[in-house]
Nanobody, 117 residues
Framework: EVQLVESGGGLVQPGGSLRLSCTAS????????MTWVRQTPGKGLEWVSG????????TYADSVKGRFTCSRDNAKNTLYLQMNSLKPEDTAIYYC??????????WGQGTQVTVSS
């Protein structure tokens, strides 16, 4: 059974940092690209970042480029999202997701990030 479990969310002040983790199980983690997506009540789902299976290539939404860093440790079956210079508009539920052959096929349960003073 594929499982994706996010952690590391919380309340942080504007300008602060958080690191999200996503621990994967039930599949060969090192063989699949992964992605981070966030959800807000106002904007709906927004793609944040993606990383290839080997971890040597990443992509970012313009809204987070230069502030967020996506990485992975295939030996630990873990995906990360380092978030720096956080803004109130980064407040969202953050989900990690696994890419299948053509689309995202599994999602985690999400972790809440709130940026507020």
């Amino acid at each position: 059974e594929v499982q994706l479990v996010e952690s590391g969310g919380g309340l942080v002040q504007p300008g602060g940092s958080l690191r999200l983790s996503c621990t994967a199980s039930g599949f060969i983690f090192s063989s699949f690209a992964m992605t981070w997506v966030r959800q807000t009540p106002g904007k709906g789902l927004e793609w944040v970042s993606g990383i290839v299976s080997g971890g040597d290539s990443t992509t970012y939404a313009d809204s987070v480029k230069g502030r967020f860093t996506c990485s992975r440790d295939n030996a630990k079956n873990t995906l990360y999202l380092q978030m720096n210079s956080l803004k109130p508009e980064d407040t969202a539920i953050y989900y990690c997701a696994k890419w299948g052959p053509d689309s995202v096929d599994y999602w985690g349960q999400g972790t809440q990030v709130t940026v507020s003073s």
